[in-house]
């Protein structure tokens, strides 16, 4: 079992920057794969990005290439997401997730995640 608390979210002006981080209970951090995904109101939650439990593979969804960076550290079993030149369109309630996998290097990027954590909000004006 694996519990997940997200922090870091808040309201900042376009252009500006927030960084995530979401922390994991339970034993063997080191042997999930990780992914941050978001939800705005009224769409569907939407893949942001993905990490590889030994950190060393990571992809993205195109909106935030570029701009977003997914890290972890797994001796502080946490998880990151480094937003820079933020857009009013990714003002969403993000979340972290977490998947059990069986090798390095793999990366879930679709919805199949075991774990979620409770969501936080994330605003950009204009």
């Known amino acids: 079992q694996v519990q997940l608390v997200e922090a870091g979210g808040g309201l900042v002006q376009a252009g500006g920057s927030l960084r995530l981080s979401c922390a994991a209970s339970g034993r063997s951090f080191s042997s999930y794969a990780m992914g941050w995904f978001r939800q705005a109101p009224g769409k569907e939650r939407e893949y942001v990005a993905g990490i590889s439990r030994d950190g060393g593979s990571t992809n993205y969804v195109g909106s935030v290439k570029g701009r977003f960076t997914i890290s972890r550290d797994n001796a502080k079993k946490t998880v990151y997401l480094q937003m820079n030149s933020l857009k009013p369109e990714d003002t969403a309630v993000y979340y972290c997730?977490?998947?059990?996998?069986?090798?390095?290097?793999?990366?879930?990027?679709?919805?199949?995640?075991?774990?979620w954590g409770q969501g936080t909000q994330v605003t950009v004006s204009s």
């Open positions: 997730a977490a998947k059990f996998v069986v090798r390095d290097g793999m990366i879930v990027s679709g919805g199949d995640y075991s774990y």
